[in-house]
Structure formats: C-alpha cells, structure tokens
C-alpha cells in the first residue's frame, strides 16, 4: 500500500510552515502584531486540531475537532485578506497561493464533516 504524496496531515503541516513564513516579515507596530498574532493562531490551528480528530474518543468528538478546523480555516482566510486591505503584507499577491490552498483545505474538511456526522 503506497501512502498518498499529499495526505491531510502533511498538507496541513506545509500550509502551518507556509503560515509562519508569510506573518514573520509583518511590520512591528500595534496592527501588524495582532494580525499576525491571529493569522498564526487560526492558520496553524488546523494542524493540531487535525490530530486531535484522529485520537478523538467518540464520533462526535471527531466532528467537533474537524468543524474546529474548518472554522479556523476560514477566520484565518478573512485575517489574510484584512492583511492584503491594509496592507501590511507587501506586495498582497503574495497571498493569492495561501488563500488558493486555504480554500482547497475548506473543500476537504466540509464533506469530511458532513460523512462523518452522517455516520454518527
């Protein structure tokens, strides 16, 4: 059995590494560090909560850690885009490669959710 080249695990361990990338170079003025302080906390969140639906203790439990992720994904989608408004990322088309892989990380956690809360 040969392991996907791009299982969830991995895409979302880059997509965390891609994060911290694009928030260190922020400006160190008030906005700059509560933007990237929020883009790091909801874009990496993903990751671990990933994990923690692997270990969860009940069905539930797993789409709760999923839904966790996915609405984290998209809090971190608007700070990016508030980031490019202002703009403290320079030039904003940076952005465009986080935002495509944020919104193909969205379409995987949304029929995650729906089969496994079918099944439960």
Known sequence: MSQCKY???????????????????LPASRVGNHVAHQLLRSGISPYPNHGEAQGAGSPKDFVHKLH??????????????????????????????????????????VPSIRTAGKRR
């Open 7 to 25: 299982d969830l695990e991995q895409r979302l361990l880059q997509f965390a590494v891609d994060i911290t990338h694009i928030t260190e170079p």
């Open 68 to 109: 966790i992720g996915f609405k984290e994904l998209r809090e971190f989608q608007r700070w990016l885009k508030l980031a490019c408004r202002v703009p403290l990322i320079d030039p904003p088309d940076r952005t465009n490669a986080l935002i495509a892989k944020s919104d193909e990380l969205v379409r995987i956690f």
